[in-house]
Every structure is written in structure tokens, then in C-alpha cells.
């Protein structure tokens, strides 16, 4: 019986002994994940990275930004490249931001050529775009903007479009007088649309600044502030800008020369976006063609070359500092980076090639990742979330402006519509008056 006794004890001693040691591997192997390649307070990961650049839990893919897929936090910005060179390619479009906040709230700078197919690639809705900023007048930074003003409506766009932008030294070289001559260009295409509900959407609002106001207001609501300061670009009237939401700040400077009014507007930012300029003027004259001298007059006198970003960045410590108007290729980068990193060590990225995406989050941490686009472009569907939509009356019909002898040269339906397949045409507009009807994309009703 004593020998059973013993024989049991040890058994259960053995279990006991295994238990403490297993409790002793779990607690070890719990602490090794818990603590190996965590820094924590224990050291510095790194040169650049640390420790504010990190991603999000809520992001589907950490590498890849799929647009439709991320709703922002309420405290959240997301700050997508649409355009982000001076010369279009198959890779980047003249310059263009999109800054998105959590309130729900878009504001778009600059819309240069080509960019407004990145907008319709990420499924941005037109009428979702209502207030866009200019830092100045060159068409690299513009010339999107008469095919939204006049498209906007078309897409559900029937409040006016609001731009904001710089006085010039002259009234004739202000904001003001371009916009008046673009709807002035656009006389045609305003009167043949005219046929189909367009609203308000061509009254475009004008907001035109002194672009000598230092730190001046371009605009205020809904906790959103925009300030302004004037630049160094080829001529009078170019600006610079900081966008401040919810503890979020984001500086976009514009084509500039490095200047002590980016340091001072822009100290400890979350984002400072500049221009760069590949100070290797020979090599780079090289490889596009043209003498060094026009080169070297042209940086000198515009751009700002990497050394000079970095030299601004360093004063003016943001959390990321963001080059872009940049001709993205693989010979120049890592020397545009050294010149950079001359001055500067923080964390910094290119606002290139186009698409590039950057989330603000948290407790103003930074990610950036590369924008996924299919190649085929589909319009995206307008944003409409009441349960009714109103189509304001068109102001005249389509035949109301083309004349009888223009109209009877058109061949009748019945000879080019196969058998059986030709509808009913619709010629006119139904009604004089607006109308309104149920909405059936309305977020309480099933698609």
C-alpha cells in the first residue's frame, strides 16, 4: 500500500513538475514575442522611420491603397497624388493633391494635365470635388481645370465649383481674369450642355487673395482651416499653402525656391509637400536634350534642387517630408535622395509617381502606399445620398440650338437600327421645371 501511496505521489509530482515547466516555456515563449524586435523604449529602430511613420490596423493591405475599400476615422487624412510631374507620361500627370479628411470633406490643389483621369480611376465622383486651390497660373498646375468645370455638372455637380488662388502683380495676372477668360472659352460647350440639367454648376466662385498676404485666411468651416503666403516662381503670384484639421497639418508649397516663410509656416507639420530638383544640371541637360545653361537657369531662378529641400525640411522638422513635381525615374532618385539627405535625416518619400497614397492616423502617425487603378476608366457614380434627387430644368432643348437645315441632314433611325431593335427616341427634355424623384441609390434603400 506505502509503495502505491509513493507511486502515485511521484506520478503526480512528474505532472506538477511538467505543468511548472511548460508555464516556464509559455511564459518565456510569451515574452519573446512579446518583447524580441520591439524597441519600445529599449532602442532606436533605424534612421529615418522612427517612430512615427506606421501603418494602420484598419488598412486592408499595409503596401497597397485600393480606393473604395478604406473608410477613414473621424480623426483620419488621406493625401493621394493624382498628378505629380511638369511633364506628362505614361506615370504621372501635371500636378494635382487630393487631400480626403474624416469629417468626409475634399479639397483639391492644383489640377494639372492629365490628372483628372486618376480622380475617375480612384471612383471620385466629380460633384464630390467643390473647392480647389491654386498655388499659381502655369498650365502644368491648371490645365484640368476648364474639362472639370465643365464635366462637374454633367455628374451631378449643381452647386458651383469654388476655386481659390493668388492675385498677381497686375489685375490681368491674377486668378480673378483667368477664370473669367476660361468660362469665356468655354461659351460653347456651356450652351450646348445647357440642354441637360446642369443647375448652378457653371457659376463657378471665384476666391481671389493678395498673394503678398502673409499667413492670410483662403479658407474656413467645419474646423477646416487654409492659410496662404507668397513664394519665389518665375514671377509674382505664386503661393504656398497649409491645410490644419482636427490637430492634422499639411504644408504644399508649390514650384518655389527654398524660403524662410516655408520654415516658419510649416514648423512640425505632419506633411510637408515641396517641389524637388535634381541638382546634377550637366547630366541631367544630357539626358533631356537641351544646353546645361538652360538647365541651371532654369533651377536657379525657379526649383528648388535637393539640397535646398533638404536644408528646409531639416528647419522646419515635419513628421514626412514629401518631394513631388519630380520626373520620377530610376537614374536620378538615389541621387535626389542623397542631396536630400545632406541636410535632412528625418523620414521623407516621393509624392511620385502619381497615385501614391498617404494616411495620417492615430496619434499622428504616417503611411504611405502605392494606389492600385485598373486601365479601363468607368465615370464614377455621383455621389447622392437623400432619398430624393432634384434635376434642376435644363435651360433650353438640344434642337433649340441647332438650327432646321443641320437638324433635317440627320439620317433617319429606321435606316441604320436593325429590325425590331430601334427604341423610342428620346429627343426632348420632359419637363420645364425641376424635378424631383425618389433616389435609388439613397444609403437606406437595397441596390
Known amino acids: 500500500m506505502k509503495l502505491k501511496t509513493l507511486f502515485l505521489t511521484l506520478i503526480l509530482l512528474s505532472y506538477f513538475i511538467n505543468a511548472q515547466n511548460q508555464d516556464a516555456e509559455l511564459l518565456k515563449a510569451k515574452e519573446f514575442f512579446e518583447n524580441a524586435g520591439v524597441p519600445g523604449d529599449k532602442w532606436v529602430e533605424g534612421e529615418t522611420l522612427y517612430p512615427n511613420i506606421r501603418p494602420a490596423k484598419h488598412f486592408h493591405s499595409s503596401m497597397l491603397y485600393y480606393p473604395g475599400t478604406e473608410e477613414l476615422h473621424e480623426d483620419e487624412v488621406r493625401v493621394t497624388f493624382m498628378g505629380s510631374s511638369y511633364s506628362p507620361s505614361q506615370t504621372q500627370s501635371g500636378m494635382s493633391i487630393l487631400v480626403e479628411l474624416g469629417n468626409g470633406e475634399k479639397f483639391v490643389f492644383d489640377l494639372g494635365i492629365g490628372s483628372l483621369r486618376n480622380y475617375n480611376s480612384f471612383s471620385i465622383p466629380f460633384n464630390t470635388i467643390n473647392h480647389v486651390f491654386l498655388t499659381h497660373l502655369h498650365m502644368d498646375h491648371v490645365s484640368d481645370l476648364p474639362y472639370l468645370m465643365m464635366f462637374r455638372p454633367i455628374q451631378g455637380g449643381w452647386t458651383p465649383l469654388h476655386v481659390y488662388g493668388p492675385s498677381g502683380s497686375e489685375p490681368q495676372y491674377g486668378t480673378a481674369h483667368m477664370m473669367k477668360h476660361?468660362?469665356?472659352?468655354?461659351?460653347?460647350?456651356?450652351?450646348?450642355?445647357?440642354?441637360?440639367?446642369?443647375?448652378?454648376?457653371?457659376?463657378?466662385?471665384?476666391?481671389?487673395?493678395?498673394?503678398?498676404?502673409?499667413?492670410?485666411?483662403a479658407y474656413e468651416?467645419?474646423?477646416?482651416?487654409?492659410?496662404?503666403?507668397?513664394?519665389?516662381?518665375?514671377?509674382?503670384?505664386?503661393?504656398?499653402?497649409?491645410?490644419?484639421?482636427?490637430?492634422?497639418?499639411?504644408?504644399?508649397?508649390?514650384?518655389?525656391?527654398?524660403?524662410?516663410?516655408?520654415?516658419?509656416?510649416?514648423?512640425?507639420?505632419?506633411?510637408?509637400?515641396?517641389?524637388?530638383?535634381?541638382?546634377?544640371?550637366?547630366?541631367?541637360?544630357?539626358?533631356?536634350?537641351?544646353?546645361?545653361?538652360?538647365?541651371?537657369?532654369?533651377?536657379d531662378t525657379s526649383h528648388s534642387p535637393g539640397y535646398g529641400l533638404g536644408y528646409i525640411l531639416n528647419e522646419a522638422n515635419p513628421t514626412v517630408g514629401v518631394a513631388t513635381h519630380y520626373g520620377y525615374d530610376d537614374i536620378f532618385i538615389n541621387e535626389t535622395v542623397a542631396q536630400v539627405r545632406y541636410h535632412y535625416k528625418g523620414a521623407f518619400a516621393f509624392g511620385a509617381p502619381d497615385l501614391v497614397t498617404f494616411n495620417i492616423h492615430?496619434?499622428?502617425?504616417?503611411?504611405?502606399?502605392?494606389?492600385?487603378?485598373?486601365?479601363?476608366?468607368?465615370?464614377?457614380?455621383?455621389?447622392?445620398?437623400?432619398?430624393?434627387?432634384?434635376?434642376?430644368?435644363?435651360?433650353?432643348?438640344?434642337?433649340?440650338?441647332?438650327?432646321?437645315?443641320?437638324?433635317?441632314?440627320?439620317?433617319?433611325?429606321?435606316?441604320?437600327?436593325?429590325?425590331?431593335?430601334?427604341?423610342?427616341r428620346v429627343k426632348e427634355w420632359p419637363i420645364t421645371k425641376d424635378l424631383t424623384l425618389p433616389n435609388p441609390w439613397a444609403p437606406s434603400k437595397k441596390n
Open 221 to 299: 468651416a467645419n474646423g477646416v482651416k487654409i492659410t496662404h503666403w507668397p513664394t519665389s516662381h518665375t514671377k509674382d503670384g505664386a503661393t504656398s499653402y497649409r491645410l490644419d484639421w482636427n490637430g492634422r497639418s499639411i504644408c504644399y508649397t508649390g514650384d518655389n525656391r527654398p524660403n524662410s516663410l516655408t520654415i516658419k509656416k510649416c514648423q512640425n507639420v505632419d506633411m510637408l509637400i515641396s517641389e524637388v530638383q535634381t541638382a546634377t544640371v550637366s547630366l541631367s541637360a544630357q539626358s533631356l536634350g537641351m544646353p546645361p545653361a538652360m538647365a541651371a537657369y532654369t533651377i
Open 362 to 424: 492615430g496619434d499622428g502617425k504616417v503611411w504611405w502606399r502605392e494606389g492600385v487603378a485598373g486601365n479601363s476608366i468607368q465615370v464614377p457614380k455621383p455621389h447622392m445620398t437623400s432619398e430624393t434627387i432634384t434635376f434642376p430644368a435644363p435651360k433650353h432643348q438640344v434642337y433649340d440650338v441647332i438650327n432646321d437645315t443641320v437638324e433635317k441632314n440627320e439620317i433617319p433611325m429606321e435606316l441604320w437600327y436593325p429590325k425590331g431593335h430601334m427604341p423610342q
Open 182 to 217: 476660361m468660362m469665356e472659352m468655354t461659351a460653347w460647350h456651356q450652351d450646348s450642355f445647357h440642354s441637360w440639367p446642369i443647375g448652378e454648376g457653371y457659376e463657378t466662385k471665384v476666391h481671389e487673395f493678395d498673394f503678398m498676404d502673409e499667413g492670410g485666411v
